[in-house]
């Protein structure tokens, strides 16, 4: 079965810094990887997918996320930022093969930016 | 790009009653649609899942004769939470998945649901 874990339950930077937010997964095989954000009481809006191809996936806001198989991780990052970036983040996994298609969300990162 | 219509967006019902969530997507159809639940501060949690012209799947620990799901046609999953208690007040997200291979998930905004 898969699964999804995100280190870090809330994470704080400095607007300016660098954002790292953790996740990852626990897949037989490698399956398709993406991070969403929601901000408070809104539905989810992709930041960025990982299917296949260029393991360094670039999204929107500024974000960018990179695959390692070796390390079964996704881990999102942004070079500085924003007062608007502070938000729910989510990684979720989904297979790469079959029909089910279910997207399993980890638990989510609080991201807090401090001016 | 991809739109997924989710409504209402907040609803109050009393205990005992029926909501229905209407979930729909816009500029394409959707081969699969999922309904999620989310309480505050946590992720979100797949209910079940459903397919145009098909009974929906559940995931273990899901009631389904109390959330009803219907997805008549390539554009429209609805979520009937029958019997609402305040207990199943949450926030309920909605996703529809293209009917192209590969397609990805487009998320409805979500609806606030509070039994009183």
């Known amino acids: 079965a898969q699964s999804v874990t995100q280190l870090g339950s809330h994470v704080s930077v400095s607007e300016g810094a660098l954002v790292l937010l953790r996740c990852n997964y626990s897949s037989s095989v490698p399956p398709y990887l993406f991070w969403y954000v929601q901000y408070p009481n809104q539905g989810l809006q992709l930041l960025l997918k990982?299917?296949?191809?260029?393991?360094l996936v670039k999204g929107i806001n500024g974000f960018e996320a990179e695959f390692k198989k070796s390390e079964t991780s996704f881990h999102l990052t942004k070079p500085s930022a924003h007062m608007s970036d502070a938000a729910e983040y989510f990684c979720?996994?989904?297979?790469?093969?079959?029909?089910?298609?279910?997207?399993?969300f980890g638990q989510g990162t609080t991201l807090q930016v401090k001016p | 790009g991809a739109v997924v219509s989710q409504h209402p967006s907040w609803v109050i019902c009393k205990s005992g009653t029926s909501v229905k969530i209407e979930c729909r997507s816009l500029d394409f159809q959707a081969t699969t649609m999922f309904w999620y639940r989310q309480f505050p501060k946590q992720s979100l949690m797949l209910m079940a899942t459903s397919n145009e012209g098909s009974k929906a799947t559940y995931e273990q620990g899901v009631e389904k004769d109390k959330f009803l799901i219907n997805h008549a046609s390539l554009t429209l999953s609805t979520l009937t939470v029958t019997s609402a208690h305040p207990e199943d007040s949450s926030f309920y997200i909605c996703?529809?998945?293209?009917?192209?291979?590969?397609?990805?998930?487009?998320f409805g905004s979500g609806t606030r649901l509070t039994v009183v």
């Open positions: 990982y299917t296949t191809g260029a393991t």
């Open positions: 979720a996994v989904s297979p790469s093969s079959g029909n089910t298609g279910k997207l399993i």
């Open positions: 996703s529809a998945r293209a009917l192209i291979q590969g397609g990805g998930y487009t």
